[in-house]
């Protein structure tokens, strides 16, 4: 295969978006922040343990057609807070962002304290994000309780 | 509308104006303030020491308590979810106290509700009315709530008074020295806390020789549960008794503080020590939470 090929995979979207610089350890985690699992509509590609200069290796995913809202972008940060997310329009690149880890995540997590209420009640869970070592980690607005994995 | 579920949500000067108002309380206890009002005391787990002092503090001011002790013949019991027990109650009522065996219950709790919400304590989470007369105690003891010297012994670990306290008395540039067995460290979360916040603290194993400057001894009880092997709890146990002769030579200020129930932890012949005040310590529970009703209703004392 040639340089040349590779890159056509690239730019086998004309317009739509790219996750790149995910860590390989997140990309389902992404995958299924952005319901990609159960998607039957839009074209994509997947690529994992990719070479990377920075990371070492990554994962990138290729979406046609298809543009993460905010809060989808806010969830990829917690777990890969160094991915870029580009917007691509006719084949280039028109938009390049980081992405940022929120100050608060609503719902999709879940507490790891067993005792917690949202774990029996039916409740939305809500967390502050905050850092423990430079690490974002989640403190339940409900039990108060650390969250570590997610 | 204010409610009251973590002593994290008082600042500051919101804990110094509810001192002020419980030291009002108890120099005059019989305000029928909350004429006309009603109050539920909702314990979804019973507690009946805490169940009792706040409905005393709520006759007290003249309002009329409604509620249950146990939820067992309660809808609860039929599987009505908290937020559709909550909704109903708050319309029965001008502010509602709960006591709750899942924690984060009473932040959910008011957020739900119509009324003020009062946390009587939500599983191993928190009690703020708990700490707020463990200051008031400290307050009246010493004079003053700022730059005291307060020993914390037993269960460090899961004792959520212990947290509670040491996060309220970090407004008052408190020094503290922590007592455990290993297994029952205070959590790194809070060692970090004070470190965050620039106080000065301490920790040993051994309870023996170091209250000679200690303001405040605050004991706690260590629980077997707490234990895979029940020969270290029995080992453990016995290495946190607090006894009459080890109050030799400490401060004539100093005052034993305890939560209680206590089991073993404080031998009996310290009762009679002009240092033990655990038992005041509960009388004093009466007017933090005259105090803590009032301020939130926002009735002018």
Redo the contacts between chains.
């Keep these: 295969m040639t340089t040349q090929d590779k890159t056509m995979e690239v730019r086998l979207i004309e317009n739509g978006t790219v996750i790149d610089h995910i860590p390989v350890a997140a990309l389902f985690k992404i995958i299924t922040i952005l319901g990609l699992d159960g998607d039957t509509e839009h074209r994509m590609t997947i690529g994992t343990n990719l070479e990377s200069k920075r990371m070492g290796t990554k994962a990138i995913i290729k979406i046609a057609d298809r543009y993460p809202a905010e809060g989808e972008i806010d969830r990829i940060a917690l777990f890969a807070p160094q991915a870029r997310v580009n917007t691509i329009r006719d084949f280039a690149v028109v938009e390049k962002r980081h992405v940022r880890v929120p100050d608060e995540v609503r719902g999709f997590v879940r507490c790891a ?1 067993p ?4 774990n ?4 939305e869970t809500a967390f502050r994000v905050v850092a423990e070592e430079g690490v974002p980690v989640l403190k ?7 969250t570590r994995r997610f | 509308m204010k409610s009251l579920i ?1 002593i ?1 949500d008082l600042t500051r000067e919101e804990i110094v104006r509810l001192m002020e108002l419980a030291a009002e309380f108890e120099k005059n206890p019989e305000q029928r303030l909350l004429q006309g009002r009603v109050i539920a005391s909702l314990f979804f787990e019973p507690s009946t020491r805490t169940r009792l002092s706040f409905e005393s503090a709520i006759n007290r001011l003249g309002a009329r308590v409604i509620g249950f002790s146990d939820a067992t013949n309660t809808s609860v019991s039929k599987g009505e ?3 559709d027990t909550i909704s109903v109650i708050s319309n029965y009522c001008d502010m509602i106290v709960m006591r ?6 009473a ?2 709790a008011s957020e739900v509700a119509s009324v003020p919400v009062v946390n009587a304590g ?5 009690h703020p009315s708990q700490t707020l007369l463990d200051l008031y105690s400290i307050k009246k003891t010493q004079g003053t709530l700022e730059n005291l010297h307060v020993m914390m012994v037993g269960d460090l670990k899961y004792g959520r008074t212990v947290h509670s306290l040491l996060e309220a008395l970090s407004h008052f540039n408190a020094r503290f020295t922590f007592v455990s067995p290993e297994e029952l460290r205070l959590p790194e ?1 809070y060692r970090r806390y004070l470190s965050d916040r620039g106080l000065v603290f301490e920790e040993f194993e051994e309870l023996d020789g170091r209250m000679e400057d200690v303001d405040i001894l605050y004991m706690t009880r260590i629980q077997k549960e707490r234990f895979n092997d029940p020969m270290e709890y029995e080992r453990v146990k016995n290495a946190y008794v607090l006894r009459a002769s080890m109050l030799e030579g400490t401060r004539d200020n100093m005052r034993v503080l305890h939560p209680l129930p206590r089991v073993g932890e404080i031998a009996t012949d310290v009762d009679a020590s002009p240092k033990a005040y655990y038992f005041e310590q509960t009388r004093n529970g009466v007017y933090a939470r005259m105090a803590a009703i009032c301020y939130l209703l926002g009735v002018k004392v």
């Design positions: 304290n005792m917690c209420v949202t029996h009640e039916g409740v339940c607005r409900y039990c108060e309780k650390t | 973590s994290g979810s908290l937020h709750h065996s899942l924690e984060g219950a932040r959910y939500d599983g191993a989470n928190q979360e």
